[in-house]
């Protein structure tokens, strides 16, 4: 379950006669070794509670330049984890105040045993923490079975890096784009499920074939809100971007929507009610760029995210694309999200329209 660091007193209280079990780290990019480290956690009680390093922590610690996922896909990958049971996001991101997370959490929580890998950075600080709130540390040696060896994100990261250069070059680049304001004009400002709203330039279509034509995959990467409002269904929605799609030459190689929105409102139709949750879909969070990536076996770093929304650019930007905004006077709009988000946050580039996007494209290959 996914908590917040408020709720750690309370998860104490819930679980009186139960040994709680608290570890914290970065994750910075979820794999194998951490699954291992969470099974080994879990031996020694009931309950294990994970607190998940911040993006803005993790790269002062790690450098600006590390790969990794986003803080709120990292918090629910871990939390879907079986020998978890609880994750929250450590409230503290400053590196000089990060152990006061340590300390938040062993005074509130009260865990009978606190985990660290014997790897872990200050680890006499820890000590000494958990000896001022009478918690037991444990200090786990790196043993796992021989095929999850030397697993870490920067290992993982290096091999990466070593790829032969033809393995690299097979893969693909592509343009994302968003659809309303982008691809399809929206100067109504309303949500678009009829076909009648439907509006798409004919200089925009002659666009997207040049960019097809400098051999971008193009993939649309749009929330779709509607659906969580129950005005339209996915169904729906699917027969709309296949319009706009005939409308363009069925030049967008796949569309990808997100239907969710993260607040619970007693107005929503019964029918909705599903899609009103907290999701690593809905931009600003990477998550269709990162499904499409892996779909289409796509260089996120040789590619591009086209937005009118600063949400665009901020899912482009944590993928390693490049950005562009196009102008729009949807440009200073901001939605709803459950994932924190700098709204001073800039595009790498600035175009009037898709016609003007394709010249950064030549200026910046």
Same mark, same amino acid.
């Given at each position: 379950?996914?908590?917040?660091a408020?709720? =750690?007193q ?15 780290g ?6 194998a ?19 998940v390093?911040?993006?803005s ?10 790969p990794?996922?986003n ?22 991101s ?17 865990p009978?045993f ?11 600080t820890?000590i ?11 200090i ?30 097979s ?34 279509k ?8 400098k ?8 929330n779709?809100?509607?659906? !969580?409002?129950?005005?339209?269904s ?13 409308k363009?030459g069925? =030049? ?32 600003p969070?990477?998550?269709? =760029?990162?499904?499409? !990536?892996?779909?289409f ?8 995210m086209i ?15 490049k ?14 999200s ?10 790498d580039?600035?175009?009037d ?7 950064l ?5």
């Amino acid at each position: 379950m996914i908590i917040s660091a408020d709720d =750690l007193q309370r998860i104490r209280e819930k679980h009186i006669g139960q040994k709680i079990v608290y570890c914290s780290g970065s994750f910075d990019l979820v794999h194998a070794g951490h699954i291992l480290f969470f099974e080994d956690c879990k031996k020694y009680g009931d309950i294990l509670v994970v607190s998940v390093g911040k993006d803005s922590s993790i790269r002062k610690n790690k450098g600006e330049g590390r790969p990794i996922l986003n803080e709120r896909v990292r918090l629910k990958t871990i939390d879907s984890l079986k020998p978890v049971d609880y994750a929250f996001i450590n409230p503290v991101s400053v590196e000089g105040k990060q152990l006061n997370t340590l300390e938040l959490a062993l005074d509130n929580l009260k865990p009978d045993f606190y985990i660290i890998n014997e790897d872990a950075f200050d680890t006499k600080t820890r000590i000494e923490l958990a000896k001022k709130f009478g918690v037991e540390l444990v200090i786990l040696n790196r043993n796992c079975p021989p095929e999850f060896e030397n697993i870490s994100a920067t290992k993982i990261i290096e091999k990466i890096k070593n790829l032969p250069d033809k393995i690299k070059s097979s893969m693909k680049k592509a343009i994302f784009l968003d659809r309303d304001g982008v691809i399809n004009d929206d100067e109504k400002d309303e949500f678009i499920y009829k076909k009648d709203d439907i509006f798409v330039r004919t200089s925009s279509k002659e666009s997207l074939r040049k960019m097809k034509d400098k051999g971008y995959l193009l993939i649309c990467i749009t929330n779709q809100p509607l659906i !969580a409002r129950g005005l339209a269904s996915e169904k729906e929605v699917e027969e709309i971007n296949n319009l706009i799609n005939q409308k363009i030459g069925n =030049l967008i190689d796949r569309f990808y929507i997100c239907p969710h929105h993260p607040e619970m409102h007693p107005d929503v139709p019964e029918h909705a009610k599903k899609y009103r949750i907290v999701c690593n879909c809905r931009k600003p969070s990477p998550g269709m =760029l990162i499904t499409a !990536a892996k779909d289409f076996d796509i260089d996120l770093k040789k590619s591009w995210m086209i937005g009118d929304m600063i949400t665009d650019i901020i899912a482009g930007k944590s993928t390693g694309c490049k950005t562009i905004l196009i102008k729009s006077k949807s440009n200073s709009r901001l939605i709803k999200s459950a994932m924190p988000f700098d709204i001073n946050t800039k595009p790498d580039f600035y175009a009037d329209n898709l016609s003007d996007a394709i010249k950064l494209l030549d200026i910046s290959a």
